[in-house]
């Protein structure tokens, strides 16, 4: 099983991110796939999300700023991110939509942080 995010960083408010994300094809081939998010002392919440189709649908804190898509061909899925603000900050994962489960509980591959600063 593989869940390999990449391409954070520190950029300061008002920049651009462009996070990637390889995803086994078992996973991706039978998924929508989504982005999350988690802030320190905060739960994990889906940010944006993309089925098998191309449709998507995005949280309302993200929405203008934040572009999902996937490359069906290359088991990836992206998340651009520009107009970025200080409460972007947070370790970003990708995972199906719902995320999948292995023994029971959610499977999380690595993440990548990303910060903004003021």
């Known amino acids: 099983v593989q869940l390999q995010a990449s391409g954070g960083g520190w950029v300061q408010a008002g920049g651009s991110l462009r996070l990637s994300c390889v995803a086994s094809?078992?996973?991706?081939?039978?998924?929508?796939m989504g982005w999350y998010r988690q802030a320190p002392g905060k739960q994990r919440n889906l940010v944006a999300s993309?089925?098998?189709?191309?449709?998507?649908r995005y949280a309302e804190s993200v929405k203008g700023r934040f572009t999902i898509s996937r490359d069906n061909a290359k088991n990836t899925v992206a998340l651009q991110m520009n107009n970025l603000k200080p409460e972007d900050t947070a370790v970003y994962f990708c995972?199906?939509?719902?995320?999948?489960?292995?023994?029971?509980?959610?499977?999380w591959g690595q993440g990548t942080q990303v910060t903004v600063s003021s």
């Open positions: 993309i089925t098998r189709a191309g449709n998507t």
């Open positions: 094809g078992s996973i991706f081939s039978m998924n929508g």
């Open positions: 995972n199906a939509d719902p995320p999948i489960r292995l023994e029971g509980n959610d499977y």
